[in-house]
């Protein structure tokens, strides 16, 4: 045994705990000392990050500091553009669907999708496929479940920052998520065995129940969770090219006292090895690593002496015999094998085993998932913006620098003096205004004592030096200055073009592309199938389990959101040819043109009803308005005003056209007014009342003539529709004198 674990620290009793502590402990030496060198590129990734020279020209008192900080300017478009593809109104891309029947396989359809369409097939298959479609729906609810009672979004946004920055996306899970609180629920409660009580009860009666709310534990599953792992706090199998060929890795963890205490509480932990822990390291047991100094120095601008009350822990998943478990006290199942070996998670502190436990998985697998931004052959760790960029950005700083520091040297000439023609005592300070130098005349010298030489300017040579390598920055990055939200230089002029910027922002679509197409095959497929896994062994829900197949739709979002928007625009062509036009659903466009977007189509597009609302207002303003447009036209078809007022002048009051005359002549001289409308509807009451008396007259062969109706005098709306029961006196018009009312004749009252 001593030769599996290595040597045991001398003085110390020896255990097999002992000994898988030590292997962790081991395992991770060496791990750690391989990975130096990566340790290096994350470093100055960071630091060009936070615009901070890796090589310390900060520090050197005879040249500029300046930090041009493209990095950060195109790190932070690579995460903007990842994350407006992997996230938006539809959330996360993925998709969940039932594999084909047999059947269905063999009759030649490839998803259960394509199946469903066919209205002939056997009622077995449409009943297979019914059911299919129910569990399927009931798990794609459950997983989305699952993401956002994770806060999956959240943490995915952590995880590309580390990705765009260090090149390299670390994800943990799932493991079981730690029980929600207790939430105020409504229960039934039985009513208090008081003195009531116990009489029902001594009769006989039920007792009666009441409803309340109480804090209450939720009945619930377990819970998957995922979490984002520092690449610097991850250390793989070094052997291994990626996370499938990992045999083992280990988490590093920081923990003070308090957290250490509340992981004695969790099930699986050794309460007892962590109170053997406590009080073998009662400061702690932690020391800072090469990289943790530098983070920390780099943050808040000194080194960390010490952490007080911390302790390391480190978290080991691999592959252990089944008899080593089973000697570590390790509740194994019957019928293991002692050779074969199981996959394990081990926490050591120092030499102290706090949780020796197998994987409780159908399939047990080490549960990280590793996605690199640009895949480095034959690594495990990615390449991010920043080592991408290095050297161009340290040229275009070394440019930015010299050009401040020529320019400064430029600014003022570079004096020599002959000190022999200086007097004893005198000291040269400099060039001053007023300056006083008392000199020696020397025989057979006549230089000038005092000799300036200008530096010449390069500033020109250094500007495009600078200017290429910003360019060349757009190249390696595949980040165009525009997708940052800058303009670019004017040497750019390809810049400038509408077909210039969309040949840079396809480039740039283009390698986005790659990166997502690493996030859907490294995280997002694996990781949704891990929760389907877990749901398939721990929920109780029998209806949402079945055998369904998992994809990602990261890229696929991206060429369908294209295709889509191109057949867009080639609807919106064909609308415009009347023969298509009725044949093709506007609304639906929109839609499709809302949700290409990025929008909510249900936030911005309304509904059928509101729309039907809209088009009678905007009808109805429109005829508001014709009406308006019309007034003056009607009014120029009006006779002339003095043309009016002659035929009013040769017009008996009591003839039944004086109304109408009257009312054109108000009009034609806009001074219609409240009381003038009255006073003509009661004139041509008056006249309607005398037309009817005189038909009453008439002999009985003239009864067939139609008889005058009031409707006949109606006139617009905002005109009074009947008349006032008493005549006013009619306002006089242009001189004519006032017409007096004619009393009705047979009106009635």
Known sequence: MGQEFGTIEAGKPFSITTGLAKLVQDKFTWCRNLRFLQQEKWLSAKMAFDGIDYYGADEDANQSGIFLNFTQMKTMAAYSQIMSTMTGPDGFPWSIGPTPHPDLVRLGYESVREAEKNPSLPMDLQTEILKAN???????VKIADNLDETHWEEKFSRGVLDMVILGTMVVKGPFSAPPNPKKWMLVDEEEDAGVLGKIKGAIGMVATKKQTYKLVSPNEDPRPDFEIVSPFEFYPDPSAFNI?????????HVLNKAQLVELSKDQGFNAEEIEKCLDAYPKGNWTAETWESRVYALNQRQTPLTRGDRFVALEYW???SGRELELAGVDMPNGYDKHKQYMACIWSIGSYCIKIAMS????????FLVCPYE??????WGRGVPEKMRDPQDIVNAAARAMVDNMGIAAGPQVIYDTSRMINGFKFEGIKPWGVWPLKTLEGITAPPVTFVPVPSILNELKLLQDNFKMFIQEVTSMPDMA????????GQHNRTASGMSMLFNAANTYIKGVVFNIDNNIT???IRRIYDWNMQYSSDMLIKGDFNVDAGGVQKIIRNEGKMQ?????LQLMQDPDFKPYINKIAILKEWVRNHGLNSSDVINSDAQAEAIKQEMAQSQAQMAQNANVPKLRAEMPRPDALLEMLTNTEPSSPAYPAIYEQVALSQDAMSPSMKESIDLMKAQSFAAAAQTLQSLPPQFETIPQPSLSNFERAAGYPQTAPPQLPQVPALQGLPPQQGIPPQGMPQ
């Open 375 to 380: 895949k480095v052959l034959y690594n495990i």
């Open 525 to 527: 497929k694996p990781m």
């Open 360 to 367: 409780q998985l159908e399939k047990p697998y080490i549960p």
């Open 484 to 491: 940052s939200g800058y303009a670019g230089s004017s040497s």
């Open 134 to 140: 129910i569990a399927c729906d009931g798990m794609r």
């Open 567 to 571: 057949s867009v625009q080639e609807l």
């Open 244 to 252: 499938e060929d990992c045999m083992w890795v280990v988490h590093r």
């Open 318 to 320: 691999g592959y252990i």
